[in-house]
């Protein structure tokens, strides 16, 4: 109650539609007693996260902001239906896994413009990354996860959210976290459900019907928590 930013955006968050409040929320004290410490707590980890990389570059990190608001809810939405546990845990690794590409831009601005050349010139972008970088914006982002102390199945789903299939199968002991945040990046840049691949669906034990129910509350949501946390 003290800092007056981080009460603004308490209240902000508590009465976007990411997290589907009935009555509007007033005070600090009605927003902890309607979202429960626990996701008030990684709700502002989370903000808190991104907001120290904002001097990266507006256009991008508002493409940042749009790409894990999408992810949040996708793997929330996944966390609740398939394991029926860790949804804000879920919600937290969406919103913050791709905490390596700020990193790069703002503290590597030649190297990514060389990474862009390279993505445009037709290289992968985790190639790009490794040739330039010598790591990926994943591997960068969960070795922050790691100096931050934060628990190992988010860095887990930091480190492997781009993963391939054959790459999470061979992955001894994975937490589900990082199953349901490879998903739901994957689900989150996806120009349409149609384009999803048999094996995607297949691993992730997915199926398109429950996947287009899920969509269009996914994508007001995500709205939502964009113009809130943005």
């Known amino acids: 109650q003290e800092d007056p930013i ?45 907001d120290h990389f904002k001097g ?42 791709e905490i390596g590409r700020p990193v790069v831009l703002q503290y590597f601005g030649s190297e990514s413009a060389q ?43 930091i480190f492997h959210h781009h993963a391939s299939m054959d790459h999470l199968r061979a992955i001894p002991h994975a937490s589900p976290l990082a199953g349901i945040v490879n998903a739901a990046c994957h689900l989150a840049e996806a120009p349409s459900l149609n384009d999803l691949e048999d094996e995607f669906l297949d691993y992730h034990r997915l199926n398109l019907d429950m996947l287009r129910s899920l969509a269009p509350q996914i994508a007001e949501s995500a709205k939502s928590i964009t113009e809130t946390l943005a």
């Open 6 to 50: 981080l009460s603004v955006q308490v209240l902000r968050l508590a009465n976007s539609t990411f997290f589907g409040m009935r009555n509007r929320v007033g005070t600090l004290k009605q927003a902890v007693v309607a979202l429960g410490i626990r996701a008030l707590r990684h709700a502002m980890m989370s903000t808190m996260v991104l």
């Open 56 to 97: 990266a570059g507006v256009s991008k990190i508002q493409k940042l902001w749009e790409h894990s608001s999408r992810s949040s809810l996708w793997a929330r939405a996944l966390a609740r239906v398939q394991i029926g546990r860790m949804a804000e845990e879920a919600m937290v690794a969406g919103l913050i896994h």
């Open 115 to 157: 990474i862009d050349h390279r993505v445009h010139e037709g290289e992968s972008e985790s190639l790009a990354e490794r040739n330039v970088l010598g790591a990926t914006h994943a591997e960068i982002g969960a070795h922050l996860g790691t100096i931050w102390n934060l628990p190992v199945d988010l860095t887990q789903a």
